[in-house]
């Protein structure tokens, strides 16, 4: 009777597929209950996988004649057989996913009322109802978190690890942080966390809707596509970000600090950079789809679906996969930027390394064998130079001490505060290095000349008066105070306010024009750690005056920085610099492009600064100009 039954079921569902009795009897014979369907006809063997393989294998032969080079026919062999193998493994692994999740969500959660009679009647005890329960309740509820784990504990770390791993350059800040080797995977982990688990849930429950919300059929395919997308934006972002801190903009980004800007508004343009570049290939994408290509319409349609549905599915993942570029690579570049900066708010490039990790394909590939030189001085080993030799006790360290060797100021009253006093000692030069320097500037009338051989350490100096990025390692004697207030008092966009440090080739890198950067120094200034801050009309009146007295047109700062000459770059971004009006200005050869008579002009108005309370300290090799502008004279020079 059973057998009849199932006969007669095969037929109806023969008649239904339009399928022979006969036919129906065979499957049924050979141990299989139900016809197959045309999806099931349609699937491929691994027989059809051949000629797909041989094409692969024509290209890599190809590539060998054409580029007479092995590497190429090698990359291609290898990236054929990792294609085969992980997504063989990948179905080996899904399918019994699948299956588990499917059968779970097909079981009843209600019991029958058989099944009620017979627990009434049955002598079992209460503990063993109790595990039965128990153990229902773990089936039911395990398949959500089986379908969560694989992707939020096997696929989001392998793609955070692939994305950090492909840049060129990486982070690792030297604060003695256990997180510092890894400090970019971890910022990449959150932030495809969590552009992909919002834009996941968005897709689950606003939009597709699949019954159950957890389906591995839907949840795992599209987190996927995600992942593999976002990380392609981060690798292509953490390039272009660490380029731009290290090398391109850094120039740019410390001027900026120097006038008194934060890190976030420093690195504004590299963000807008970095965002715009690397979301770039998907916009391209999305302007061609359905024109030149069609995407995961291919897979949808050779499947069976009808084109409508296929465009549909393809809309809602090409702007998914947008949203989850913008979240990831936003988090991924503030992220990178905060952690870019030391806790004075200076820029740190020195941090910004080689990247040595090894790429996932690498690290499973077994074709490849991976070796590693470490040469010179790594990472690990600079954020061990510490200060146990500052007492002189290594004879390798050269010593470079400052002396004043001449003072002509106005005398203070006895009982006042110099206008700076340091007190500096520490290493530079990765520790081949041991800085001295203790000296004042009595007044806000002088002007110090800082003289030196290049390369003893005078920007070094100025730099870290400024609290900007010297490569100094001070030791925790030094200090360093205006009017009396340590420089630990200030919060560090307050003291570059007013101790202004103007490096040599400042305007070299900058964006836009004089005009945008006054409105920058306006913005930067007048934030909550600034008070008393000049506005932007009276910088922009009295750096007008002084350009003018000068030599330079005033039309000069509505034109593009990257047009002016280097005289008049530097003549500009000086008069911007004094019209700021700081307590004092480091001068780091800044005018050492200017001829004879337009440097004597400058001389005249560096004065009237001075005697308006303006102090200087200026580092110059000219020796007419020191004995011209010096009220006191510093020399840094090494010890023998």
């Known amino acids: 009777g059973g057998n009849a039954c199932k006969r007669n079921s095969s037929s109806g569902n023969a008649i239904k597929n339009n399928i022979t009795p006969a036919a129906a009897a065979n499957k049924i014979e050979s141990g299989k209950c139900h016809p197959r369907t045309p999806r099931e006809q ?29 590497e190429l026919a090698e990359d291609i062999v290898v990236a054929t057989v990792r294609t085969i193998l992980q997504l063989t493994f990948l179905a080996a692994m899904l399918s019994p996913l ?36 128990t153990h229902k309740m773990v089936l039911r509820y395990s398949a959500p978190f089986l379908v969560l784990a694989y992707v939020f504990c096997f696929m989001l770390p392998l793609a955070a690890y692939e994305a950090s791993s492909r840049t060129k350059l990486t982070l690792r800040p030297m604060n003695h942080s256990p997180l510092n080797n890894n400090i970019v995977l971890l910022i990449v ?42 990380l392609s934006f981060i690798s292509l972002a953490l390039d272009i970000l660490f380029t731009e801190l290290q090398s391109k903009q850094r120039e740019t980004i410390e001027l900026m600090i120097c006038f008194g800007a934060d890190a976030w508004t420093a690195t504004r343009p590299s963000f807008r950079s970095v965002l715009a570049s690397s979301l770039k290939p998907q916009i391209n994408s999305m302007n061609v789809i359905g024109l030149v290509a069609i995407g995961m319409m291919t897979g949808q349609v050779l499947g069976g679906a009808s084109p409508t549905r296929a465009a549909r599915y393809q809309i809602i993942i090409m702007c998914l996969i947008l949203g989850a570029g913008f979240i990831a690579v936003g988090m991924t570049a503030e992220l990178i930027v905060l952690n870019s900066f030391d806790e004075r708010g200076a820029l740190r490039d020195d941090w ?74 520490g290493l530079f030069a990765m520790g081949n290095r041991r800085l001295v320097a203790n000296f004042t500037i009595p007044t806000s009338g002088d002007i110090a000349i800082l003289k030196g051989s290049s390369g003893i350490g005078k920007s070094v100096l100025l730099k870290e008066i400024a609290m900007m990025n010297s490569g100094l390692i001070p030791s925790s004697t030094s200090s360093i105070s205006l009017s009396g207030r340590n420089r630990e008092d200030f919060h560090p966009s307050e003291w570059r306010r007013r101790v202004l440090y103007l490096p040599q080739q400042g305007s070299s890198m900058l964006q836009g024009t004089p005009h945008s950067f006054l409105h920058f120094i306006d913005s930067s200034l007048n934030h909550k750690h600034a008070i008393q801050s000049p506005t932007v009309e009276s910088v922009t009146t009295l750096t007008t005056n002084y350009i003018e007295a000068w030599g330079v047109q005033s039309s000069k700062l509505s034109q593009p920085w990257a047009k002016l000459s280097g005289g008049e770059s530097q003549r500009v971004l000086l008069a911007i610099a004094l019209s700021t009006r700081p307590h004092l200005i480091l001068l780091d050869e ?37 004995s011209r502008l010096g009220t006191v004279n510093l020399s840094l020079n090494a010890v023998s």
Request: proline residues 4%; hydrophobic residues 40%; aromatic residues 4%.
């Open 352 to 425: 910004i390394v080689d990247n040595d990790s090894l790429r996932v394909s690498q690290l499973i590939s077994s074709l490849m064998v991976v070796s590693k030189v470490h040469t010179g001085l790594g990472s690990d080993e600079k954020s061990r130079i510490s200060l146990q030799h500052l007492d002189g006790s290594d004879s390798s360290v050269i010593d470079v001490e400052l002396s004043i060797t001449d003072q002509i100021t106005a005398k203070q009253p006895s009982d006042a505060s110099p206008l700076l006093e340091v007190n500096l000692h």
């Open 189 to 230: 982990i959150i932030s495809l966390f969590t552009a992909v688990s919002t834009m996941g849930a968005i897709a689950i429950f606003a939009i597709i809707k699949p019954v159950p919300r957890y389906s591995p059929r839907h949840v795992i395919p599209l987190c996927g596509m995600l992942f593999n997308n976002a």
């Open 42 to 70: 349609d699937e491929l063997s691994l027989g059809k996988l051949i000629p797909a393989i041989i094409v692969s294998s024509l290209v890599s032969v190809a590539s060998y004649a054409s580029c007479d080079s092995i």
């Open 590 to 626: 800044s005018t050492s492009a200017l001829d004879l008579e337009s440097k004597l002009k400058v001389e005249e108005s560096l004065k009237k600064s001075a005697e308006n309370g303006c102090a200087m300290v200026l580092i110059t090799h000219d020796e007419e100009q020191i």
């Open 98 to 133: 699948f299956r588990f999740v499917e059968n779970q969500t097909n079981a009843s959660p209600m019991v029958s009322t058989e099944s009620k009679a017979s627990n009434n009647t049955s002598n079992k005890g209460f503990w063993l109802k109790m595990r039965e329960k």
